[in-house]
């Protein structure tokens, strides 16, 4: 079993910042993939970045440019530089790993979510 803690939510005004951590615990050995989800109210979960063990990232189309996803695989940690905020980034954020790679539909572990509001 792995266990993801996430840290680092808040709420901040549109054009502000913030980072987001995750941090790993457990049978970590496992785990190739970690990555960032997020869901609104009335929505559903959706894909924002993802990372692998070898440092290769993906991101969303909505938050590329503003979001940087990055590893600090010594210290099994993930984060979540958000920059640029804005208003429709308001969401509960999960922090998600995976012996492969993360997706909505298939991934091992997930965190227990943290809440970003971004005022406008």
């Known amino acids: 079993q792995v266990q993801l803690v996430e840290s680092g939510g808040g709420l901040v005004q549109a054009g502000g910042s913030l980072t987001l951590s995750c941090a790993a615990s457990g049978s970590i050995v496992s785990i190739n993939a970690m990555g960032w989800f997020r869901q609104a109210p009335g929505k559903q979960r959706e894909f924002v970045a993802g990372i692998s063990s070898g440092g290769s990232t993906n991101y969303a189309d909505s938050v590329k440019g503003r979001f940087t996803i990055s590893r600090d695989n010594a210290k099994n940690t993930v984060y979540l530089q958000m920059n640029s905020l804005k208003p429709e980034d308001t969401a509960v954020y999960y922090c998600?790993?995976?012996?492969?790679?993360?997706?909505?539909?298939?991934?091992?572990?997930w965190g227990q979510g943290t809440q970003v509001t971004v005022s406008s």
């Open positions: 998600a790993a995976d012996s492969i790679w993360v997706s909505v539909d298939n991934t091992d572990y």
